[in-house]
């Protein structure tokens, strides 16, 4: 990992992003409001049953599309038949299955049985025996100091807590206390802003946090939150404030753009700081991040050869450079412009053959450091679980193995990366029997791991899967 921080930067953006989405009618890409601002119509504003509506809708706030989640919660909330689960001492009376039952009417949960019993029904019964059911006592006996029920629910409660005591939940819900609920809390400027997609699309795609990163969000939360707290340190807003506009500003804005083209560039109010570069975050929280090259887009369009030329996919055709017959894919191929690389210049993703391997070693490493080493073959479902990452290769071990570990070489990534980004490939799609002929008996896992790299797209191909690398929409 390396990345670099532009305090400086993030201080010029903050006041346009705030006063855009505060100060303006038209908000941010003709957005002011925030999916949990609208009021459910059964409850009133302020009161305990809308209190308990935000606290156990936000709990439950992870890898989830917002509007779907909010608009799940009012449907529930305003439904007599399900409208009980926001009752802490009704949810610890009713047995798992009515609770499972009522949440997946609208689609509150969407992993059931985790999000019913592992999360909803444990934050409610903590609230009954430490809070008598009531979320405002815990921000009593905090004084009502934001700060204070930060370190209380990640310290003293936070086994109690599950899910609303982490990094991005429980800084949303503080936010939304005060912001939503209008229940004023001290010290809201010292909570570290919610990272979450959007907030990590947006501070890398301004380039206020800037070079190249393969992992978690969670591997950068810190980061992101620290050059938002220490431009804010000079500035007459503090960070909570620009969760809004940035998110907005992703979802909107950053979201929609691929290969360097962005189509909202003229309606958003921070273009001009906009940088060109690799900036892909999946479903699953897993950043790809190579911004270190500045992409001279116009350059290329007009037939001037770049030094920086790195781009994966045509910027004329929308095709791999490696199978378009366009003129500049043709020179680019012969070596006209990759003999225009200085030494002292880092390669680009696809003539660097271990480009997938060091993605591959990020999140095998992740995985291991957040303690989610266990895995499952897509094609037969069999567990297998990682044990560690080396220079050299991935180490696994199999369900019912006799074979202490096994490992993966590095090779194999670097083959299948190679092959990838061949013209043989690109229209039919690789399989696992594309790999040595078929002839690797590590394939199943290998493959299940390259899955989750976040420029890898899968196909279903009968009862296998075709790889891709991915572009801006599927083929």
């Given at each position: 990992?390396?990345?670099?921080?532009?305090?400086?930067?993030?201080?010029?953006?903050?006041?346009?992003?705030?006063?855009?989405?505060?100060?303006?009618?038209?908000?941010?890409?003709?957005?002011?409001?925030?999916?949990?601002?609208?009021?459910?119509?059964?409850?009133?504003?302020?009161?305990?049953?809308?209190?308990?509506?935000?606290?156990?809708?936000?709990?439950?706030?992870?890898?989830?599309?917002?509007?779907?989640?909010?608009?799940?919660?009012?449907?529930?909330?305003?439904?007599?038949?399900?409208?009980?689960?926001?009752?802490?001492?009704?949810?610890?009376?009713?047995?798992?299955?009515?609770?499972?039952?009522?949440?997946?009417?609208?689609?509150?949960?969407?992993?059931?049985?985790?999000?019913?019993?592992?999360?909803?029904?444990?934050?409610?019964?903590?609230?009954?025996?430490?809070?008598?059911?009531?979320?405002?006592?815990?921000?009593?006996?905090?004084?009502?100091?934001?700060?204070?029920?930060?370190?209380?629910?990640?310290?003293?409660?936070?086994?109690?807590?599950?899910?609303?005591?982490?990094?991005?939940?429980?800084?949303?819900?503080?936010?939304?206390?005060?912001?939503?609920?209008?229940?004023?809390?001290?010290?809201?400027?010292?909570?570290?802003?919610?990272?979450?997609?959007?907030?990590?699309?947006?501070?890398?795609?301004?380039?206020?946090?800037?070079?190249?990163?393969?992992?978690?969000?969670?591997?950068?939360?810190?980061?992101?939150?620290?050059?938002?707290?220490?431009?804010?340190?000079?500035?007459?807003?503090?960070?909570?404030?620009?969760?809004?506009?940035?998110?907005?500003?992703?979802?909107?804005?950053?979201?929609?753009?691929?290969?360097?083209?962005?189509?909202?560039?003229?309606?958003?109010?921070?273009?001009?700081?906009?940088?060109?570069?690799?900036?892909?975050?999946?479903?699953?929280?897993?950043?790809?991040?190579?911004?270190?090259?500045?992409?001279?887009?116009?350059?290329?369009?007009?037939?001037?050869?770049?030094?920086?030329?790195?781009?994966?996919?045509?910027?004329?055709?929308?095709?791999?450079?490696?199978?378009?017959?366009?003129?500049?894919?043709?020179?680019?191929?012969?070596?006209?412009?990759?003999?225009?690389?200085?030494?002292?210049?880092?390669p680009t993703d696809i003539e660097d053959p271990e480009f997938l391997w060091r993605a591959i070693?990020?999140?095998?490493?992740?995985?291991?450091?957040?303690?989610?080493?266990?895995?499952?073959?897509?094609?037969?479902?069999?567990?297998?679980?990682?044990?560690?990452?080396?220079?050299?290769?991935?180490?696994?071990?199999?369900?019912?193995?006799?074979?202490?570990?096994?490992?993966?070489?590095k090779s194999d990534f670097i083959d299948i990366w190679k092959d990838l980004n061949g013209p043989?490939?690109?229209?039919?799609?690789?399989?696992?029997?594309?790999?040595?002929?078929?002839?690797?008996?590590?394939?199943?896992?290998?493959?299940?791991?390259?899955?989750?790299?976040?420029?890898?797209?899968?196909?279903?191909?009968?009862?296998?899967?075709?790889?891709?690398?991915?572009?801006?929409?599927?083929?």
């Amino acid at each position: 990992m390396s990345l670099i921080k532009d305090v400086n930067k993030t201080k010029n953006v903050a006041p346009i992003l705030f006063k855009s989405f505060n100060d303006s009618e038209k908000g941010i890409f003709g957005y002011r409001e925030m999916p949990e601002d609208l009021l459910p119509s059964s409850i009133s504003e302020g009161s305990l049953e809308h209190l308990m509506f935000i606290t156990m809708c936000t709990s439950i706030d992870y890898q989830r599309d917002a509007d779907q989640l909010w608009e799940a919660g009012r449907k529930t909330i305003d439904d007599d038949a399900t409208k009980w689960i926001y009752d802490p001492e009704s949810v610890i009376s009713r047995s798992d299955n009515e609770l499972i039952t009522a949440m997946n009417k609208y689609n509150l949960s969407k992993k059931h049985e985790k999000d019913a019993l592992k999360i909803w029904k444990p934050i409610s019964t903590s609230f009954i025996k430490n809070f008598n059911g009531d979320p405002r006592n815990l921000f009593e006996k905090s004084d009502y100091d934001a700060q204070k029920i930060y370190y209380n629910v990640k310290g003293r409660y936070k086994r109690y807590f599950p899910y609303l005591s982490g990094n991005k939940i429980l800084s949303l819900w503080i936010r939304m206390i005060n912001d939503v609920l209008h229940i004023e809390l001290k010290n809201i400027d010292k909570i570290p802003i919610p990272v979450d997609r959007h907030i990590a699309r947006a501070t890398l795609r301004l380039g206020l946090l800037k070079g190249t990163y393969y992992g978690d969000i969670s591997g950068i939360f810190q980061l992101i939150d620290s050059v938002w707290a220490e431009a804010c340190e000079d500035l007459p807003y503090y960070r909570l404030q620009l969760d809004q506009p940035l998110w907005h500003l992703s979802k909107h804005g950053c979201t929609h753009k691929k290969n360097n083209y962005c189509p909202r560039k003229a309606k958003c109010p921070v273009s001009d700081y906009c940088i060109d570069g690799e900036v892909v975050i999946n479903d699953k929280g897993f950043i790809t991040l190579n911004t270190n090259h500045k992409m001279n887009n116009e350059n290329i369009k007009l037939g001037k050869p770049s030094k920086d030329y790195n781009y994966r996919w045509c910027p004329e055709t929308g095709l791999l450079w490696t199978s378009c017959n366009c003129s500049q894919c043709i020179e680019r191929r012969k070596g006209s412009y990759t003999s225009k690389i200085q030494s002292n210049d880092s390669p680009t993703d696809i003539e660097d053959p271990e480009f997938l391997w060091r993605a591959i070693k990020q999140y095998v490493a992740q995985r291991i450091k957040d303690r989610k080493t266990t895995m499952y073959t897509k094609s037969q479902n069999k567990r297998f679980w990682l044990i560690s990452e080396t220079s050299s290769y991935i180490r696994i071990k199999r369900e019912k193995s006799i074979q202490l570990h096994e490992d993966i070489p590095k090779s194999d990534f670097i083959d299948i990366w190679k092959d990838l980004n061949g013209p043989k490939y690109i229209s039919k799609g690789y399989t696992q029997k594309d790999l040595h002929g078929g002839q690797n008996r590590h394939t199943a896992v290998t493959f299940s791991i390259l899955s989750d790299i976040s420029f890898i797209e899968t196909i279903e191909n009968g009862r296998g899967l075709k790889y891709y690398l991915k572009k801006d929409k599927k083929r």
